[in-house]
């Protein structure tokens, strides 16, 4: 009997870990997504991070050109780089908790701008991210980001998506309470609520 409970307990804990899907469509140098990164997710996140799961798609309102031969960005080149970069890092951090620290550290007004010192204290391959942003991988993972970001065609940014809808009330409501909008969608699951 002990041992049907301990399942049940863990298949309940998995449920709430995956309680509230989080996607962010944000550009590497756009002050609104660094004010909301700084000030929304990161001082939030220890409290949510046992209910969220949360996908960075650094892209915004950039374009390819010439299927990613090349790309604008709204900010110019440097956000351009920055976005590859911070796509190539994302992607050799499969956990979350490190995802974050790293999009946290890089997404702040005062931060390396090509971002390796975030992506050094993430713990990433150095040798390994630039080779990506260098190579073709980095070119397929902004293409990658381009489509999602296409989907939802987002008219600001950073724009956050829940569970895979977006709800302009709930996108509204989450750049200055993004802990009350995960609250709300998780039915109060976390004790800061």
Known sequence: MLQANSFVLVLALVAIKAAVKVDVYYEHLCPDSIR???????????????????DFIPFGKSRSINNGESFECQHGPLECEG???????????????????????QMHFNADPRGYECAFRSGVNLNAAQACVDGDLGRQLQLEAERRTQLISP???????????????????????????????????IASC
């Open 83 to 105: 976005n590859r970069i911070q796509s190539c890092v994302l992607n050799y951090l499969p956990e979350q908790d490190r995802q974050v620290s790293y999009v946290a550290c």
């Open 155 to 189: 008219s600001f940014v950073p724009t956050i998506v829940f569970n895979g809808q977006f709800d302009q009330s709930l996108q509204n409501r989450a750049l200055s309470d993004f802990l009350g909008v995960i609250c709300e969608l998780s039915n109060n699951a």
């Open 36 to 54: 909301w990164i700084s000030d929304q997710l990161a001082p939030n996140y220890e409290a949510m991070q046992n209910i969220i799961d949360i």
